[in-house]
């Protein structure tokens, strides 16, 4: 468990490095280095990367329960252990820059990343035994059944999201454009 743990909080900090933004939890504070909130709302790369930190501790619970038969519990634990090694640093760096150590939402916040690791780890479980289930047990045969129409659907996804893209992005300027010379003739 401890390697699986260890393993899962270095894809999280090879991923914010690799592929970022790059950013700390307390990077969503206001003054503690980084407007990341506002980000979270406006930037499509910031909500990526905090999803595909969210889905490593599912993968780690799928992957807990499915080679090594863990019992929940202990896929609970390395989640939490897992989030703990991301929060380590804390303890050394001490509080961001403009926090208050009598702050009550710093800890509620941290707490609920906690809360965040520990529970996408178990429903990683739920979803591995919830699949075994579905499969009756042969999961790689079904794996492989299912990989040419996924294939299919992400190629026609991806091409219609590119579509979407190339056309809405120029008709919103083209919108905003209009609305702005509407109000100066007004």
């Known amino acids: 468990m401890v390697g699986a743990v260890t393993a899962t909080a270095l894809l999280v900090r090879l991923d914010s490095r690799l592929f970022g933004p790059y950013f700390a939890l307390s990077d969503f504070l206001p003054g503690a280095g980084g407007e990341l909130f506002v980000d979270l709302v406006r930037s499509g790369d910031t909500r990526r990367s905090v999803a595909r930190r969210l889905a ?9 329960r499915a080679v ?7 896929v609970a634990a390395a989640g939490g252990l897992t989030c703990g090694l991301l929060l380590w ?4 760096g001490g509080l961001p820059k403009g926090v208050a150590s009598s702050d009550w939402q710093l800890p509620v916040l941290y707490g609920s990343y906690a809360v965040l690791y520990v529970g996408m ?14 499969v009756d047990g042969k999961f790689w045969s079904w794996v492989g059944d299912q990989v040419l129409p996924v294939l299919v659907v992400a190629i026609v996804l991806l091409f219609a999201r590119t579509i979407f893209k ?3 992005l ?4 083209k919108i905003e454009k209009r609305a702005t010379a509407f109000e100066q003739e007004e």
């Open 68 to 74: 090594l038969d863990m019992p929940v519990w202990e």
């Open 166 to 168: 190339r056309v809405a």
């Open 56 to 64: 490593y501790p599912l993968l780690l619970g799928g992957f807990l």
């Open 170 to 173: 120029p008709y919103w300027d």
């Open 89 to 92: 640093p804390l303890v050394f």
């Open 121 to 134: 780890a178990v429903a990683g479980v739920y979803i591995w035994d919830w699949l075994q289930a579905t």
